[in-house]
């Protein structure tokens, strides 16, 4: 397919330097290859909460859902669920997806839906100009906590982990390859897929110096090790000042809630029989 | 019309609601219509638990006060019902545990040694009900053979059992009083849930979404038990937030679907009932009342949440609220929400309340309407799909996701044709009136259909005015007064024209409403209608007729 038919009419109006083009674009290609792979173009489905990453359905040309701010887990769940050939992809921020919308993110990494969830973690609300996340690291000052925050941040992969997931993987918005390549896993994988991607924030919180300083490439990981990728996803609280790894923590193959429900096309039944039927006595 | 009530009661949890069936069925098998009004507290085990069967020679949707026969299991069904008690009361009741004094002049009593039966048969506590149920067609007068064909339908397990502890009952009492059998055929009974599930069913569901909340579980329950025999979708997640947004979802991908809720879980689906507006997905909300505010009493009734449907969610979108009155009402309703939802892309709401949701009528199906399916807007692929194409009547035809020639793009936001968010003013401007004239075009439908109930004396100049499940005691009551009664059945868009045409010739307009404010009375002041008195209940029970006869006094 051609890359440029993936493009809208829509005016980018993301920061200069904004991590989510990286984002974008990995995502772009991903859909392009797996596209040329054989996965039907109509088939895919995309879902956005409320916050800059939001925007990114209306500069892709496919089908999407632009949903609300925390739910569009609940959204892609219900699409999923309608019709299960369909491969419905999630893009949240971080404070839609592990603030306002977290126990829909346990419940359906629980169920193992096969949906994918690629987190646009930049660690700072971006929209509503720049307060405090939950990741932002501990005395985080943004402009509702000028003083600094008194909490510390939530690991969000080991609380995916312990919730059912079957999929987790974090990227960071410098590396468009690894980032290409786990969107790709991520979609293709059966079951709950989410991807933390450590994603920039130019004008609020301007982590690329640091990230490029601290991230490495999981290497001779095995990620169908539990234990294994507890301890890698351990390994950076998103507080810390330690390595951060990137690439695929875990995978596993387990029945999704889809094939549990064995949904299927509707068979055709004449209901008026059968509501006169369950009424006669 | 000839009639009579009979009052079951016993602890929760021991089976009082099946044996009002029971004794419901059995009524309708003698030709009687029969009303079944339930009443349990919020528990599981214990406490009291109550349900009066009225039956009637005529078509009735209200329970009374007095009772012709009381079934006591409990001491507290004799203790807290003792105004029920008429002279020519009969009381059937468990002698091994209920002590019962000598009741006013007149009332015949017979004590079953129940406990003891079913110690001897050793049969399950739960079976005292089909003993006590045996006792009183016995006492009633009622043919040992009913009481068998009725009992081996309605009985899922152990029949024999249930069968011999119910003769044993039947051979323990004397006949006390005699109910004649009517020459009617009888009707099914089906609760107001039942009744709006099938009608749901009927006009195409496919999918059902909702989180426990009394009383919309029942709704819930019975969809659930009927996915396999409808093919439907039944699913349970963790919020209603999430049944809303799943909703939008399954909606989005062309599945016809309704949620369900009470005002609390209500709350939680108004972000997602905005999205539906804005965005122009199809979607149906059967709302359950309940008295509030907060948790208020979670299983009793009220009609408290009409200005809330009307005015749920952020912003100024198009919306359909109906309130049916009766299972024939929830079920035509149901299917008729459900197709104004899909052919307009709004939200609907079946706006019930415990004392619907829960009741027990007789449902006459020929009667009830025909639901027709299929009036859905569909794109006609002559020109490049636009979700949020332009039209006449604002409403923009549909295509579903997969579709190889069409990009599909729902959005929260402002957008364009589409689908491409904007903030400009112009496309702001155009599309928030596109959205509002599905409205308007659907009040134009609906004039061709009855949308307001008249019933009574049509030239009377006194007019009760009711909604939803006040209708079948406002009849009633009404007969007696010689007295109109209006109806209306869809709330919004308001029914202008046909309200003002049931209006004319009235002199005294009384609204009776089960809620403190007179939330219909407030809606009618916007056109200019004011009441002249409202009869309000709002201590979480239904009206009896008892009860409106006595405030309607004086009128």
């Known amino acids: 397919m051609d890359e440029n038919k993936l493009n809208t009419y829509a005016q980018n109006t993301w920061c200069p330097g904004c991590g989510n083009f990286a984002i974008l674009n990995a995502i772009k290609l991903a859909l392009n290859e797996l596209t040329q792979e054989g996965l039907p173009f109509e088939n895919i489905v995309l879902v956005s909460g409320i916050g800059c990453h939001a925007k990114i359905v209306d500069y892709i040309n496919t089908n999407s859902f632009y949903s609300i701010h925390g739910r569009v887990v609940p959204a892609a769940e219900g699409i999923k669920l309608a019709n299960p050939a369909l491969k419905v992809i999630g893009f949240a921020g971080d404070g839609d997806a592990y603030g306002e919308g977290m126990e829909h993110l346990i419940f359906s990494a629980k169920r193992n839906i096969d949906i994918t969830m690629i987190i646009h973690n930049n660690r700072v609300y971006g929209l509503t100009t720049g307060q405090y996340t939950p990741t932002s690291p501990l005395g985080f000052r943004g402009r509702s906590t000028p003083q600094g925050t008194k909490e510390l941040p939530i690991n969000p992969l080991e609380l995916m982990l312990a919730s059912g997931a079957t999929y987790l993987a974090r990227g960071t918005s410098h590396g468009m390859e690894l980032l290409k390549n786990i969107f790709k896993a991520a979609i293709l994988h059966k079951g709950f897929a989410l991807v933390d991607v450590l994603q920039v924030c130019v004008t609020y919180y301007n982590l690329y110096q640091y990230y490029d300083k601290k991230v490495y490439e999981l290497q001779r990981h095995n990620p169908l090790d539990y234990q294994s990728a507890l301890a890698k996803i351990r390994e950076w609280d998103y507080n810390s000042d330690s390595q951060i790894a990137l690439g695929t923590f875990y995978t596993k193959e387990a029945p999704t809630f889809e094939e549990r429900a064995s949904i299927k096309e509707p068979r055709s039944i004449d209901r008026e029989a059968k509501i006169k039927e369950s009424l006669q006595y | 019309m000839t009639g009579f009530s009979i009052l079951i009661?016993?602890?929760?949890?021991?089976?009082?609601?099946?044996?009002?069936?029971?004794?419901?069925?059995?009524?309708?098998?003698?030709?009687y219509r029969v009303y079944i009004y339930r009443d349990y507290p919020s528990l599981i085990r214990g406490g009291h638990t109550f349900s009066i069967i009225r039956a009637s020679s005529e078509r009735i949707a209200v329970h009374e006060d007095k009772v012709d026969y009381?079934?006591?299991?409990?001491?507290?069904?004799?203790?807290?019902?003792?105004?029920?008690?008429?002279?020519?009361?009969?009381?059937?009741?468990?002698?091994?545990?209920?002590?019962?004094?000598?009741g006013p002049e007149g009332v015949r009593q017979s004590g079953v040694s129940i406990a003891a039966i079913i110690k001897e048969e050793n049969a399950s506590e739960i079976m005292r009900n089909t003993c006590v149920i045996g006792a009183f067609c016995k006492a009633s007068g009622i043919k040992q053979d009913i009481l068998e064909t009725v009992l081996k339908k309605e009985i899922p397990r152990e029949v024999d059992l249930n069968l011999k502890v119910a003769f044993r009952g039947f051979d323990a009492v004397k006949e006390l009083g005699k109910i004649e059998p009517l020459s009617q055929n009888p009707l099914p009974l089906l609760s107001g849930s039942q009744a709006m599930g099938l009608g749901l069913i009927k006009g195409g569901l496919n999918t059902y979404i909702a989180y426990p909340m009394t009383p919309s579980s029942p709704l819930l329950h019975f969809l659930a038990e009927k996915a396999q025999d409808y093919n439907l979708e039944v699913i349970h997640p963790e919020s209603e937030i999430s049944v809303m947004l799943m909703a939008l979802g399954f909606a989005y991908a062309g599945k016809k679907v309704a949620v369900g809720t009470s005002g609390g879980g209500f709350c939680l689906m108004t972000e997602g009932l905005s999205l539906a507006g804005m965005s122009e997905t199809p979607i149906v909300i059967m709302l359950g009342q309940r008295p509030g505010p907060s948790t208020g009493l979670p299983t009793y009734t009220s009609q408290t949440e009409l200005h809330f449907a009307l005015n749920a969610g952020q912003g100024e979108f198009s919306r359909f609220v109906v309130a049916p009155g009766d299972a024939e009402e929830a079920y035509y309703w149901s299917g008729v929400a459900l197709n104004m939802s899909w052919k307009y892309q709004l939200p609907s709401f079946i706006l019930a309340d415990k004392t619907l949701a829960e009741g027990i009528y007789n449902f006459d199906l020929a009667a009830a309407g025909e639901i027709k399916e299929g009036n859905t807007v569909l794109w006609d692929r002559t020109t490049p799909y636009k979700r949020y194409a332009n039209s006449e009547n604002g409403v923009s035809p549909l295509a579903f996701v997969p579709d190889k020639e069409a990009i599909i793009k729902l959005n929260s936001y402002e957008h364009d044709e589409y689908g491409i968010t904007t903030e400009e003013p112009q496309t702001t401007k155009f599309m928030q009136e596109k959205r509002l004239r599905k409205e308007e075009y659907l009040a134009k439908e609906l004039e061709a259909i009855k949308t307001v109930n008249v019933y009574g004396e049509k030239n009377s100049s006194l007019v009760l005015l009711c909604w939803g499940s006040n209708k079948g005691v406002c009849i009633e009551a009404a007969m007696k007064l010689k007295a109109k009664v209006i109806q209306p059945l869809v709330l919004w868009p308001f029914p202008l024209k046909q309200f003002e045409e049931a209006l004319s010739g009235v002199k005294k307009l009384v609204c009776v409403e089960n809620n403190a404010t007179g939330q219909l009375a407030r809606l009618i002041k916007n056109y200019g209608f004011s009441v002249d008195k409202k009869i309000l209940k709002y201590d979480g029970r239904p009206f009896s007729l008892d009860e409106l006869d006595e405030a309607l006094k004086g009128i």
């Open chain 2, 70 to 102: 009381i079934l006591a299991l409990n001491q507290d069904c004799i203790n807290l019902h003792k105004k029920r008690i008429k002279p020519s009361s009969i009381i059937i009741y468990d002698s091994d545990i209920v002590k019962l004094e000598d």
């Open chain 2, 9 to 31: 009661g016993g602890k929760a949890g021991f089976g009082i609601d099946k044996s009002g069936f029971i004794i419901g069925r059995i009524l309708n098998q003698l030709g």
